[in-house]
T-cell receptor, first 110, second 115 residues
Framework: SQKIEQNSEALNIQEGKTATLTCNYTNYSPAYLQWYRQDPGRGPVFLLLIRENEKEKRKERLKVTFDTTLKQSLFHITASQPADSATYLCAIGGYQKVTFGIGTKLQVIP | DGGITQSPKYLFRKEGQNVTLSCEQNLNHDAMYWYRQDPGQGLRLIYYSQIVNDFQKGDIAEGYSVSREKKESFPLTVTSAQKNPTAFYLC??????????????FGPGTRLTVL
């Protein structure tokens, strides 16, 4: 069956370090993968989209990689700040709909 | 301000009652979606609509109904047939909804508690 896996355990890092979140998928052949940020009690907010023919995408302090051989995407936040603390969701785009992972909670400690 | 709104933010209902959650967008998006989010689970798609007067079941449509009479509005009714209705409900919209490149814009959510 199709599955999107994100580390359900929270990730705690020190302020200023680089946070790396992982998204693995099985039984998908996605053409696109998206990352969203969700704060408690709020709706997710789109961050980045990467296509299968793109190895890497950057936006300010954010970087996403996409390895279709490993069936994995990595999401990096460099120079992390306490304001980056949130849950980050990866999502795989398909025809007419998007399927979301469970999300990884990131806590940046001052 | 362009955006997507949901009301109310918190909703309480007695078991056995139907309840309708509102979702409105002024982004001129064709596609709209309803998701349910439970602790420890990802967003699960309930219904989606790509165009007015048309909608499709998602992965967990049982016990829910929707309508799409206007482009801006996509209300969700949680019926008494839904066995575990207590959850956080999220509405979203996207420009077209046909390809996975569509960014989804989410509303603030409605937390429904059935007593």
């Amino acid at each position: 069956s199709q599955k999107i896996e994100q580390n359900s355990e929270a990730l705690n890092i020190q302020e200023g370090k680089t946070a790396t979140l992982t998204c693995n998928y099985t039984n998908y052949s996605p053409a696109y993968l998206q990352w969203y940020r969700q704060d408690p009690g709020r709706g997710p907010v789109f961050l980045l989209l990467i296509r299968e023919n793109e190895k890497e995408k950057r936006k300010e302090r954010l970087k996403v990689t996409f390895d279709t051989t490993l069936k994995q995407s990595l999401f990096h936040i460099t120079a992390s700040q306490p304001a980056d603390s949130a849950t980050y969701l990866c999502a795989i785009g398909g025809y007419q709909k998007v399927t979301f992972g469970i999300g990884t909670k990131l806590q940046v400690i001052p | 301000d362009g955006g997507i709104t949901q009301s109310p933010k918190y909703l309480f209902r007695k078991e056995g009652q139907n309840v309708t959650l509102s979702c409105e967008q002024n982004l001129n998006h064709d596609a709209m979606y309803w998701y349910r989010q439970d602790p420890g689970q990802g967003l699960r798609l309930i219904y989606y609509s790509q165009i007015v007067n048309d909608f499709q079941k998602g992965d967990i449509a049982e016990g829910y109904s929707v309508s799409r009479e206007k482009k801006e509005s996509f209300p969700l009714t949680v019926t008494s047939a839904q066995k575990n209705p207590t959850a956080f409900y999220l509405c979203a919209s996207s420009i077209e909804g046909r390809e996975g490149t569509d960014t989804q814009y989410f509303g603030p959510g409605t937390r429904l508690t059935v007593l």
